[in-house]
């Protein structure tokens, strides 16, 4: 595979690999359900009259364990072989982006003398070797500018990717009109006013 310049990447005004994310999520959503397994007798609250002993009902407590999501990422196996042709360079500069990725959105920043540090770099020509061979890759997508990029939601999220496509999906759609041949009422008062 030919390396590209970081600047032979065009810049992107929304995550390219959106339209592919999000086919992919809603034809992999699988519901699963489980039950409650066997509790400790501790744990199991009892109600009972007093004057006959009878049982009248009990109450069981779930523990509840939570994350941190601002230090949780996922990476997909399904597209892992994206990792397979990286340049060392692209791993380190990964890393550093893992950490960047806020939850539940598909857009980081990326900023160079942060990576640097991260990744113990003096240079920034090995910062930018592997943020090429991540963009050649279609590991992650320039953005609008250059301290902007996106990460491709099937290799890599922070958060529920069916949520964040559950979320897509209402934005596209609430941008179109439901009548093609309906006007929106911000042209007619711009045609009023004209």
């Known amino acids: 595979m030919e390396m590209k310049k970081l600047t032979d990447f065009e810049k992107n005004t929304e995550n390219p690999f959106i339209k592919q994310a999000v086919e992919q999520v809603q034809s992999n959503v699988v519901k699963k ?72 959105k598909d857009e980081f920043i990326f900023d160079r003398e942060e990576c640097m540090e991260y990744t113990g770099y003096k240079s920034d020509k090995s910062v930018f070797i592997g943020l090429t061979s991540l963009l050649n890759n279609d590991i992650i997508a320039r953005g609008k500018t250059d301290y902007r990029y996106y990460i491709n939601p099937m290799i890599a999220f922070n958060g529920n990717r069916i949520t964040f496509a559950k979320t897509y999906i209402k934005k596209q759609k609430a941008t179109k009109l439901t009548d093609p041949n309906q006007m929106s009422l911000l042209d007619q008062i711009t045609d009023y006013n004209n």
């Open 33 to 104: 359900y489980k039950a409650a397994g066997s509790t400790n007798k501790k744990a199991i609250l009892q109600a009972y009259d007093s004057s006959t002993g009878e049982i009248l009902g009990h109450t069981q407590f779930i523990r509840q364990i939570e994350v941190d999501e601002q230090q949780f990422a996922k990476l997909y196996l399904s597209n892992f072989s994206a990792f397979f042709d990286l340049k060392p360079q692209a791993i380190k500069v990964f890393g550093y982006i893992l950490n960047q990725l806020v939850p539940n």
